[in-house]
């Protein structure tokens, strides 16, 4: 007889069920990458600044105006869009104030805000469970590829830890605009 009652087709309580275990494994995604992200901002951002304080002087200095060019950007730990795992950071660039978000693919995501400083993006990023703020900052270098995809014919700056990627997919716009609204009147 159990044999029979597994072939029974699924009634309310085990949908319900499932519907409730796929809310559950979506939200414990969503804490993992807030968790994660709040301990890489908290000692990546140390890093950094540790990082930018120790390089020569005689390096070739940016200035912040020209650092990054007011365009949409969008780079990631990985070299490609969308890879399970990875984080990536989509932001605009507007008169040297920075909006965007860094997310990881299929899961939830925290909006940052911020300037583009002479050696470093300076950026606060907002918790998106509890809006706690962490600062973070991410050290700016010159050359490589270009990641505006508004701006493809500016000087190339790299992201100290990250890959440029030229295209933003409709999900990077649509964060994008998320974390712009969220962050009127900053």
């Known amino acids: 007889m159990p044999a029979q009652s597994s072939l029974l087709p699924s009634t309310p309580s085990t949908t319900a069920h499932t519907a409730s275990s796929r809310w559950l494994e ?3 995604t969503g804490v993992a990458l807030t968790c994660t992200l709040s301990l890489a901002v908290q000692g990546l951002a140390h890093s950094s600044e540790v990082t930018v304080a ?19 950007y969008l780079y990631g730990q990985a070299p490609k869009a ?9 932001f605009e ?5 920075v909006k965007g978000a860094f997310y990881m693919p299929q899961s939830s995501f925290d909006c940052v805000h ?19 703020t962490y600062p973070y900052a991410v050290a700016l270098q010159t050359g490589g590829t270009s990641a505006s995809s508004t701006r ?12 440029p990627i030229k295209q933003l997919s409709a999900n990077d ?4 605009s998320t974390c712009k609204a969220s962050a009127r009147g900053i």
């Open 26 to 28: 979506t939200l414990l």
């Open 54 to 72: 120790q390089k020569p002087i005689a390096q070739k200095t940016l200035r912040a105006s020209s650092a990054m060019p007011d365009g949409n």
């Open 82 to 90: 969308g890879q399970l795992g990875a984080t990536y950071l989509v």
């Open 93 to 97: 660039v507007n008169k040297g104030n």
């Open 114 to 132: 911020g300037s583009v400083q002479t050696q470093r993006l300076a950026l606060t990023v907002v918790n998106s469970y509890e809006q706690a």
């Open 152 to 163: 493809p014919d500016v000087t190339p700056i790299a992201l100290e830890g990250f890959h």
């Open 173 to 176: 716009r649509r964060i994008l």
